[in-house]
């Protein structure tokens, strides 16, 4: 089992820039990809950012240029610095874990809400 708990989330004039954080306990493996999705209100779950253990990383083309994410494997911990941040980013962003190769994430965090006003 694999806990993830997020933090960082706020509300911020557009413009501006937060950083998520989410801390993972339980059984980790490096191997394990992290990644990090949102929900706005009314619509679906969409794919934000996600790294492995090499930190090779991979992003929606809606964040391309404004988001990191970072991986510290030995907190067992991973991050989403945002930059230049958007109204259309509001939304409550998850982080998540996908234990096995080519499958689909399988461990979630709670939620943290991100808030942009223009």
């Known amino acids: 089992q694999v806990q993830l708990v997020e933090s960082g989330g706020g509300s911020v004039q557009a413009g501006g820039s937060l950083r998520l954080s989410c801390a993972a306990s339980?059984?980790?493996?490096?191997?394990?990809?992290m990644g990090w999705f949102r929900q706005a209100p009314g619509t679906e779950r969409e794919f934000v950012a996600a790294?492995?253990?090499?930190?090779?990383?991979n992003y929606a083309d809606s964040v391309k240029g404004r988001f990191t994410i970072s991986r510290d494997n030995a907190q067992n911990t991973v991050s989403l610095q945002m930059n230049s941040l958007k109204p259309e980013d509001t939304a409550v962003y998850y982080c998540?874990?996908?234990?096995?190769?080519?499958?689909?994430?399988?461990?979630w965090g709670q939620g943290t809400q991100v808030t942009v006003s223009s």
């Open positions: 998540a874990v996908r234990t096995k190769i080519g499958g689909e994430y399988d461990f």
């Open positions: 339980g059984r980790i493996l490096l191997s394990y990809l």
């Open positions: 790294i492995n253990w090499n930190s090779n990383t």
